[in-house]
């Protein structure tokens, strides 16, 4: 998504935004993200861009168990 192609449909008509829908929250605290959708075919992917509320997962991976590694 991030290039400009859709990754589900293969074709451009990308578009995104930050912060354009509900508010994302890591440990209580809302975050930096980026939304992106696909204009063909409506497949949308959000991305975390702050750095520090991303390393905080791998924290309360091995602390609380609460997110886990997909495989």
Do not use: Q
């Not at 497949?43 to 509320?53: C, N, V």
Request: charge should be positive; aromatic fraction near 12%.
């Amino acid at each position: 998504m991030k290039s400009g192609k859709c990754p589900k449909c293969g074709l451009s008509n990308v578009y995104f935004k930050e912060y354009a829908l509900d508010a994302v929250n890591l440990d209580g605290k809302r975050v930096e993200y980026v939304d992106y959708v696909c204009t063909d075919c409506g497949y949308f992917e959000t991305y975390i861009t702050d750095k520090d509320a991303l390393s905080k997962i791998l924290t309360r991976t091995g602390e609380l168990g609460d997110w886990r590694k997909a495989r």
